[in-house]
């Protein structure tokens, strides 16, 4: 069965490092997803890609952060100065059109800022 | 913010059917109800969706009230595999853009021997 895979499972990095953490989605799919998950805390949304471009972004994704589809397979988040409060679980995820059809979620990437 | 609403907690005997309900009284008509889980810290895994059709797959069943207000997912025949944070999440239908999901805190579902 077709999976979403990000690396790396596990980042640490110390505060004001930039990262990129990295997502291959389905490779039929089209529309693009990075949601973030603080320990104990609910799944938010941060930023959804289509066509190139950001469809959607949530108030977390600020300036710090941006994403790329670099060469038609992978998927990056990258956060360019991180912060202590950046420390999450970073998910990825595809659907292969919008309306009425699933997102398959990876496993996530545990990053932690020290 | 989330617009469904759903039991903090619930507990079930393995081998028995899970009833999990969810209320989405403000769900417009083109509203998807879906449904996933997260077992332990894994991504979100996809369970089923529907529009105002009752469905069912291998996974489970999704019954939605006439007035669309409220639905319950149904795991037939529950294992300890099961046990996870259930997420009801009211979906709008977007053509041609993306579009997010927005997770509550949802149901722990802890299913026991």
């Known amino acids: 069965e077709p999976e979403v895979t990000q690396t790396p499972s596990h980042q640490v990095t110390q505060m004001g490092q930039e990262v990129i953490l990295r997502c291959v989605p389905i490779?039929?799919?089209?529309?693009f997803y990075w949601y973030r998950q603080i320990l104990g805390q609910k799944v938010e949304f941060l930023v959804s890609f289509y066509n190139n471009e950001i469809s959607e972004k949530s108030e977390i994704f600020d300036d710090q952060f941006s994403v790329e589809r670099p060469d038609g397979s992978n998927f990056t988040l990258k956060i360019r100065s991180t912060k202590l409060e950046d420390s999450a679980m970073y998910f990825c995820?595809?659907?292969?059109?919008?309306?009425?059809?699933?997102?398959?979620f990876g496993q996530g990437t545990r990053l932690t800022v020290v | 913010d989330a617009k469904t609403t759903q039991p903090p907690s619930m507990d079930c005997a393995e081998g028995r059917a899970a009833n999990l309900p969810c209320n989405h009284s403000t769900i417009s008509g083109n509203e998807y109800v879906y449904w996933y889980r997260q077992i332990h810290s894994q991504g979100p895994q996809y369970i089923i969706h529907?529009?105002?059709n009752n469905e069912t797959n291998e996974m489970a069943s999704l019954i939605i009230t006439e007035d669309r207000k409220s639905s319950t997912l149904i795991l037939p025949h529950a294992t300890l595999r099961d046990t996870a944070v259930y997420y009801c999440i009211v979906r709008v239908e977007n053509t041609g853009t993306a579009s997010k999901l927005t997770f509550g805190t949802g149901t722990r579902l802890q299913v026991t021997l």
């Open positions: 529907g529009l105002k």
């Open positions: 490779s039929n799919h089209l529309y």
């Open positions: 995820a595809s659907s292969d059109q919008a309306p009425n059809t699933e997102a398959f």
